[in-house]
């Protein structure tokens, strides 16, 4: 049997100590990776770092809040002493606020935008800087379906997702002008069930919710890994309602708005559950505890997408088959309705 193609690769991967990040750290542990796991929590690092040995990995523990670009250098640094040349560097930590945007504090919405933005591009320069004069390397984008479409109640978050996007095109672009073997790839993500609405800060009446159909964790790690696997595509879709939502925001955007607004606010919030008091906005969530890859909506959550197995085997043409019959559905149904 031929060894996993990331099998003995040292692998940045940032928010790695909950939810997706989780997830994708024991899917690098199964590949037999060495992996370098950034993020705030102890507790979360920890249990973290086990489960990649428990796959059959190595995993190395460094703390830092990526917000700040000087701990992310020098936890970079570290890392090439201890574990060796970094050959992929795979950003996933985030931070939202849950909130009407005229109710979010002006530090609110600054905090979530260093994390969620700037903390893939400190992540990024970081790599960069480490990868460009070796001329090869790795760096995976982690966004969301939210990097093309805002929704109500996630202002910061999506914004800072789409600013993602944006500058990775432009990086992606200056790396092609100057030749470089340094490869930057993007995997967009559906609803993902993680600890993220059970930390996250939230201003609403009820239980933040992601917005149905819900995918597990490992469904986005397994997206994520592939991508770091094989860079050359600029972008991947992570689940049907990822593609359809794409697509329908190509040819119907002033539609979905309209849809939006009338379904967007109600469909991400649950009465199933007592509003959150916990935050990691400010402060690890999980420097005492540890919550794990997967959030509280394991009985609505699929464990797998036929669409991403698609994406990855029958390239770009044979997901937009497969999705466009979603997202054709999907514009008939709202213009049904408006």
Not at 232 to 256: C, H, N, S
């Amino acid at each position: 049997m031929s060894a996993h193609p990331l099998s003995g690769q040292v692998v940045v991967v940032t928010g790695a100590s909950g939810g997706v990040g989780r997830a994708v750290v024991r899917e690098l542990g199964a590949q037999g990776a060495n992996v370098a796991l950034i993020a705030r929590g102890t507790t979360g690092l920890g249990a973290a770092a086990v489960d990649v040995g428990v796959a059959g990995g190595v995993g190395q523990v460094y703390e830092a809040d990526v917000a700040d670009y000087d701990q992310v250098r020098q936890a970079a640094e570290r890392i090439e002493a201890e574990l060796g040349p970094i050959d992929v560097w795979i950003n996933v930590a985030f931070s939202s606020v849950f909130a009407r945007f005229t109710d979010v504090r002006p530090e609110e919405f600054e905090r979530t935008t260093a994390v969620t933005y700037l903390g893939y591009v400190w992540g990024t320069k970081v790599a960069l800087d480490l990868m460009r004069p070796r001329g090869r390397g790795t760096i995976v984008q982690t966004g969301s379906a939210l990097s093309y479409r805002g929704i109500p109640l996630q202002s910061a978050y999506c914004g800072a997702k789409h600013a993602v996007k944006g500058f990775t095109e432009s990086v992606r672009t200056e790396l092609l002008a100057e030749r470089s073997g340094v490869q930057i790839t993007m995997v967009q993500l559906p609803a993902v069930n993680t600890p993220q609405f059970d930390w996250v800060l939230s201003k609403l009446r009820r239980h933040p919710q992601p917005v149905p159909p819900i995918y597990q964790p490992e469904v986005a790690a397994r997206g994520i890994v592939y991508a770091a696997a094989h860079p050359e595509r600029k972008e991947y879709w992570v689940g049907a309602t990822t593609a359809a939502t794409l697509l329908a925001q190509r040819v119907a955007p002033a539609l979905v708005d309209r849809y939006l607004a009338r379904t967007g606010i109600e469909a991400q919030q649950t009465p199933d559950k007592p509003a959150g008091e916990v935050s990691n906005l400010w402060e690890p969530a999980d420097e005492s505890q540890d919550f794990g890859a997967h959030g509280g909506f394991d009985d609505r959550s699929h464990a797998r997408s036929p669409q991403l197995w698609l994406s990855q085997h029958r390239g770009p043409v044979a997901v937009a088959v497969a999705a466009g019959g979603v997202a054709a559905a999907l514009a008939l149904s709202l213009r049904a309705k408006s």
